[in-house]
């Protein structure tokens, strides 16, 4: 089985604050690991994606993110945010059985 | 631009009524995703097609079906809604099965239970 776990529902942070959304994941074998955004009242976007290789990921918007396998974790940064990117990002894992399990979200509140 | 499209973007329906959801994409691929996402909570898969193979999740009500009659359209019906399935809807594709095939998702279909 897999899971995944945002450990905050909400991260609050002032516009050109760095910030990183946590995010633990548990699986038996090996795992894909992705971060999604999801706007108001829209659909989800995929920001990036670890498959396999380097452990540091580029996606877009500037955001990357790491994956350490002994920690399990995939934590997402931004090393400067600005009010747009306040939106609700989830994580989420795939084991490689085609399905994707998310966890329940952080939402990220930039302000002025 | 290649997209997944879901029609309508709001729907409004009353308690047991059956309510029909539509998705429909251009990208051509093989899967196609039904997902329920309730409010503050992680999108939940109800079931998928892998092209006419159709795979239901084990947790996903009898009251939720879905039908493909093509590569391009695929449908989600609520035969007896309750006012527990007031969701956003989300459709996705990916090109194949497989965990490195990019998910992409529609907009969503919010829908109201009355």
């Known amino acids: 089985a897999q899971s995944v776990t945002q450990l905050d529902s909400q991260v609050p942070v002032f516009e050109e604050a760095p910030v990183e959304l946590r995010c633990n994941y548990s699986?038996?074998?090996?795992?894909?690991l992705f971060w999604y955004v999801q706007y108001p009242n829209q659909g989800l976007q995929l920001l990036l994606k670890?498959?396999?290789?380097?452990?540091l990921v580029k996606g877009i918007n500037g955001f990357e993110a790491e994956f350490n396998k002994s920690q399990t974790s995939f934590h997402l940064r931004k090393p400067s945010v600005h009010i747009s990117d306040t939106a609700e990002y989830f994580c989420a894992v795939n084991s490689g059985y085609s399905t994707l399990t998310f966890g329940k979200g952080t939402m990220l509140l930039v302000s002025p | 631009d290649a997209m997944v499209i879901q029609n309508p973007r709001y729907q409004v329906t009353q308690f047991g009524k059956p309510v029909t959801l539509s998705c429909s994409q251009t990208l051509n691929h093989n899967v196609m995703y039904w997902y329920q996402q309730k409010s503050s909570q992680a999108p939940k898969l109800l079931f998928h097609?892998?092209?006419?193979?159709?795979?239901n999740e084990a947790d996903t009500p009898d009251n939720f079906q879905s039908r493909r009659p093509n590569t391009s359209f695929c449908f989600l019906d609520i035969r007896s809604p309750g006012l527990g399935d007031a969701a956003m809807y989300l459709c996705a594709t990916s090109r194949d099965r497989g965990a490195v095939n990019e998910q992409f998702f529609g907009p969503g279909t919010r829908l109201t239970v009355l």
């Open positions: 699986s038996s074998v090996s795992v894909y």
């Open positions: 670890y498959l396999s290789g380097s452990t």
């Open positions: 097609y892998y092209d006419k193979d159709f795979n």
